[in-house]
């Protein structure tokens, strides 16, 4: 979350022409960049292995085995040890990527929609729409988003829905300020002058032209804060909000490790190795996906 | 520049006015009835009524706004429920000490990013340009919260040379060294995050300057490399350092060093947000984070000015 906004935020510049330029080249670049490549494989092998947690995991991650308590990382039949109630750490592991994946992408997501579509009418009509659109986002940027997150989340309650509905809040005004920064660029371009000439209607030239072209550089930026959704998710958890026990969440996990870090580390370093692998996969990849749009950023 | 100011000033009042609105929307929103809290459930509807009008519950929603608000401008905070004392001046208290640890965090994020980026740029696309980005990738993908563990781990019950949390040693002398040694780690955990953005941010900035003509004439006209990489392109990148470090620091008192204040159980604004979210005392809670968005914006502020100063090619318009 450290880099949501304040971060000027790079803006790819517009691929030029409406049709092609834009999806053939990116795909033509994530061929011969290494980041993306090595986030993307990072990513892949996470939501492979949240879709198949049921069979990874020997046991129900919340199946507790009160004699196999605390048991290290090689014990026969549990290959990553198990937790103070005794629970599989690679059970709880697996199934708690499916919290972290859904952290990581359902704000973003739903926050880049509604940011896509705030943004690209706001800046599109110029003037006052978008003076109101921008100076309202501004007043909500005004709240430190780690705050705002933890507060939302403190007010609505515990839970994975809350969880999801706080970080969409905070993601709305970065996602609106990137597509608007990339619309203003846009509007400008000839193409749609040349639609504009033509005849068509504005409603026409920003589901046409305007959206289509703000999407690559909007999807490039929400992914290069995906990473920091996945460490600052589960950090609400750690603290005890969002995801509640017994569910298995790494964030929880780290704090279930405290007390006994000292005895048996490996109840809270697993987890955080998890959450650290899977946000440099997306940092990775959105660092590369950054670069790859933005020609300005490439150095 | 007074203009500038001048304009820039006008603006904080929307936005602490709406800062301050969604903070009161939270506290509409929090569950539970205060008047369940004040008279316990089995009150008559007639006391309950009367108390309602009392404190003025029946009011819209505007008009309970404003009132509170006039309440926060007269520095009438509440009462925080868990501490039974005034809001305002425990969250001041805690302010200073979450700045102490800011200021160590800072410092190390300053240092070691600024360097490591300014290594990085002269060093372009060699071994230790590549480490360096690698370990500001992962040190963006480490969790606080976890590394604290991890340090904690290794530097306390391990190794015993750093105190496990807390500001002060209980027992023993009670002098700044102490408060010292409760620092370094985490101010070193809280600053890895910024260190890494500003690395980025140094190495592109430099990276921009080091391309232009007048570094060639520099280097023509007889300047040492290290003259020309420090007194010049140092010097051009800096406006664009300054900007992100003020941000970056921002983050820090109010994000960043929330979880590392839990971790090593530092006292400050972070500790204090855990504890009241915790106990569930939202006059506390709210009032830590109403306080938190003022400090936020007039330090965005302050960047932006700074970033003025310092950079006179935003000066002259």
Do not use: C
């Given at each position: ?92 592991l697996?199934w ?84 608007a ?66 569910r ?21 370093t697993?987890?955080?190795?998890a ?25 | ?60 929603a ?5 009132r ?88 306390s ?52 300057g ?95 000015v700074?970033?003025?100063v ?8």
């Amino acid at each position: 979350m450290d880099r949501t906004d304040n971060e000027p935020i790079p803006v790819a510049a517009p691929t030029g022409g409406s049709q092609e330029g834009g999806w053939p080249r990116v795909l033509s670049g994530v061929r011969s960049h290494q980041g993306i490549a090595v986030g993307a494989a990072i990513v892949m092998a996470v939501v492979l292995v949240a879709l198949l947690a049921p069979f990874i995991s020997p046991y129900d991650p919340n199946e507790i085995h009160p004699i196999d308590r605390l048991k290290g990382i090689g014990t026969p039949g549990y290959l990553l040890g198990t937790d103070i109630q005794g629970r599989d750490m690679l059970s709880r592991l697996a199934w708690g990527s499916r919290t972290s994946l859904a952290i990581a992408v359902v704000p973003l997501a739903i926050a880049g929609l509604i940011g896509l579509l705030l943004g690209s009418f706001g800046a599109y009509g110029g003037g006052v729409s978008e003076t109101l659109i921008m100076r309202g986002m501004d007043v909500v940027f005004g709240l430190p988003p780690i705050l705002l997150a933890i507060a939302v989340a403190a007010t609505l309650g515990p839970g994975l829905f809350n969880l999801l509905v706080s970080l969409t809040i905070v993601l709305i005004p970065p996602m609106t300020r990137v597509t608007a920064q990339v619309v203003a660029i846009l509007r400008e371009q000839t193409f749609v002058e040349a639609a504009r000439a033509s005849g068509a209607r504005d409603l026409q030239i920003i589901f046409h032209h305007i959206l289509p072209n703000s999407v690559a550089p909007v999807l490039a930026y929400a992914t290069s804060l995906a990473g920091s959704m996945v460490v600052f998710g589960a950090g609400i958890s750690f603290i005890g909000l969002g995801i509640q026990p017994p569910r298995a969440d790494w964030g929880r996990m780290i704090n279930d490790g405290r007390e006994v870090l000292d005895l048996m580390p490996h109840v809270s370093t697993l987890p955080g190795i998890a959450i650290v692998v899977l946000a440099a996969g997306f940092n990775f990849l959105g660092d590369g996906l950054r670069d790859l749009l933005d020609p300005r950023m490439k150095v | 520049m007074l203009r500038f100011l001048a304009w820039r000033l006008l603006f904080l009042i929307p936005v602490l006015l709406g800062a301050s609105a969604v903070v009161f929307t939270l506290i509409q929103l929090a569950p539970g009835d205060p008047i369940d809290v004040l008279m316990g459930v089995f009150a008559s509807p007639e006391a309950r009524e009367a108390l309602r009008a009392k404190y003025g519950l029946n009011d819209p929603a505007y008009v309970q706004y404003f009132r509170w608000l006039w309440h926060i401008l007269q520095g009438d905070w509440g009462v925080s429920i868990q501490q039974r004392r005034p809001v305002l001046p425990l969250v001041m208290e805690k302010f200073w000490i979450t700045m102490l640890l800011t200021g160590a965090a800072g410092l190390f994020a300053i240092v070691v990013g600024v360097g490591a980026g300014v290594i990085a740029a002269v060093k372009q696309n060699s071994l230790t340009d590549r480490l360096i980005l690698l370990v500001s990738v992962f040190s963006l993908s480490m969790p606080a919260y976890w590394l604290g563990l991890v340090f904690i781990f290794l530097f306390s019950v391990t190794l015993g040379w750093l105190p496990t949390g807390g500001m002060r040693s209980f027992m023993g002398e009670k002098s700044n060294l102490d408060v010292l040694e409760h620092m370094i780690m985490p101010g070193v955990v809280a600053g890895l995050t910024p260190a890494a953005i500003i690395a980025r941010v140094a190495r592109a900035a430099m990276l921009e300057g080091m391309r232009l003509d007048y570094m060639t004439a520099l280097r023509a006209k007889g300047l040492s490399e290290r003259a020309v990489i420090l007194r010049h392109a140092l010097r051009n990148a800096l406006p664009t350092i300054v900007n992100m470090t003020g941000l970056q620091i921002g983050y820090l008192i109010l994000g960043a060093a929330l979880f590392v204040e839990i971790i090593f159980s530092w006292p400050g604004l972070g500790y204090e947000i855990y504890k009241s979210v915790i106990g569930r005392d939202m006059p506390m809670m709210l009032g830590l984070v109403l306080f938190s968005t003022i400090v936020f914006v007039l330090l965005n502020l302050l960047v932006d000015v700074l970033y003025r100063v310092i950079n006179p090619r935003v000066r002259a318009d």
